[in-house]
């Protein structure tokens, strides 16, 4: 009998306990909680203060010839590094239309209508609580973290559906298109329409490129910066919409069918196996390979955009997202700490995030299921949809990097992001605490 990885060495042990870690959806949720937590010590404290308030202004100029990109480290990452961040969101809304939850009407439905509930109660409550300029900020409730939200329910899982995980997972995606059209129709500046010309033709050859059989990863990334992302930059829109549009130009088919696969897989492994070895550390030259045929054909039956999303996965994550956290949560509290949150702003967003989603999600939910448009999700109550649609309320990430967007003047910027910051906080604790006082979930056999 042949031992499993017999060879491995001291070092991989070591990786395989950090890809278990990073390979949990709580895991995710830690580290953006630390991220925000450190923010929020060094921005208010006597000896980090000033540092961490500076920081993130330094300057950052590259040109191309007569075209010049000059922005601060703080817009480098909202505009450039969460572009990337959007592009996984784009891969992930392509994969759940094509072959996951939301790639037929029964799936789709109610997750669908509760991400609508879910988006229009938040905005409304937030409109009834301000007025004036501070109205433009109607779009930070409406928003979602599903990193943050599925690695809370990871910590209740045995006390809810199976189901809820995936309604959870839909509901998010369909609440990340909403906030991408959000940002995209009412948080864009002036428009150039010569630089939205040059991205159409970009995006159109690119869609060409697709249905032609083009599978290059650098194909796609380099026409996708040098050519929607710049475009957007120059056109005065969000650039990270370019994310968006470019993921849904990924080709989302396999090279070869499963069939072929192993029917020559088993070829490649059969010939592998007859082979003579030089010994059982060194490979001859036929072995070799075969070996790399076998990997070539490992990659032709994977999907670009699926390797593409396996591969952002851990860099995006534990990498982009912590960084904008990072970046974005370090509210001063020089302030009146109740005075900030207690702002027409501050109100509007606290109630948006915990009461907008919950009465959102939940009321449309029921209002489905009653009229048989939708199902129920199986093994699920309503007292868990109720503390999913809590969780929901959690808008960290997404209503953070809106807060930006929504407005000019530091200080709604603040009482923003600080309301963001408490609803967030205070939606994962009822959230958990109604999911975590339910009954304990039977494991199916």
């Known amino acids: 009998m042949i031992q499993e990885r017999e060879s491995i060495e001291p070092i991989d042990h070591f990786h395989d306990k950090v890809e278990k870690l990073i390979g949990n959806d ?23 203060s000033e540092w961490y308030h500076h920081i993130w202004e330094t300057n950052i100029a590259l040109s191309f010839g007569d075209k010049s990109f000059d922005m601060s480290l703080h817009h480098l990452i909202n505009d450039g590094l969460m572009a990337i961040f959007f592009f996984m969101v784009g891969l992930e809304i392509k994969r759940e239309f094509l072959i996951g939850s939301l790639n037929s009407w029964k799936k789709a439905s109610l997750p669908i209508g509760a991400a609508v509930g879910g988006m229009m109660a938040p905005a409304l409550i937030y409109l009834l609580f301000t007025s004036g300029e501070a109205q433009s900020g109607w779009g930070i409730p409406m928003a979602t973290d599903i990193a943050f939200t599925l690695g809370l ?24 298109i909403g906030a991408v059209l959000v940002i995209a129709l ?10 939205l010309y040059y991205a159409g033709g970009v995006l159109a050859f690119l869609l060409i490129a697709n ?24 056109a005065g829109i969000h650039p990270t919409i370019a994310g968006i549009l470019l993921a849904f130009t990924i080709p989302a088919r396999t090279k070869i069918t499963r069939r072929s696969f192993i029917h020559y897989g088993r070829k490649l492994f059969n010939a592998y196996d007859r082979t003579k070895s030089l010994d059982d550390r060194h490979n001859s030259s036929r072995e070799d390979q075969l070996l790399e045929e076998m990997e070539n054909l490992g990659d032709e039956a994977r999907a670009p ?71 129920m999700p199986k093994g699920a109550d309503w007292r868990q949809v109720i503390g999913v649609a809590f969780l929901a309320g959690i808008g960290f990430t997404m209503s953070l990097f809106i807060s ?21 906080s205070l939606a994962a604790l009822i959230g958990l605490t109604i999911l975590g006082t339910g009954k304990k979930r039977i494991p199916s056999p």
Request: charged share 10%; proline share 1%; aromatic share 14%.
């Open 211 to 234: 249905q032609l059989g083009v599978r290059s990863v650098f194909f796609y990334t380099f026409f996708g910066i040098m050519g929607i992302w710049s475009a957007f930059f120059y």
């Open 305 to 375: 955009l699926q390797k593409i999303e396996s591969g952002l996965h851990h860099f995006v994550y534990f990498i982009i997202m912590p960084i904008f956290a990072f970046a974005n949560a370090g509210v001063s509290l020089s302030g009146d700490f109740f005075s900030i949150i207690g702002s027409g702003i501050g109100l509007g967003i606290i109630a948006g995030l915990i009461l907008g989603k919950m009465i959102g999600i939940s009321v449309f939910s029921r209002l489905m299921v009653a009229l048989k448009i939708a199902e």
């Open 26 to 48: 709580t895991s995710i949720g830690i580290i953006l909680f630390l991220s925000a937590l450190a923010a929020l010590v060094l921005a208010n404290s006597s000896w980090g």
């Open 186 to 195: 009412f948080y864009t500046s002036e428009l150039h329409l010569e630089q």
């Open 404 to 424: 930006d967007l929504a407005f000019d003047n530091p200080e709604q910027i603040g009482q923003a992001k600080m309301a963001v910051l408490v609803a967030s």
């Open 153 to 176: 329910i990871n910590l209740v899982r045995n006390r809810i559906a199976r189901s809820l995980k995936v309604f959870v997972t839909s509901l998010a995606v369909v609440d990340d």
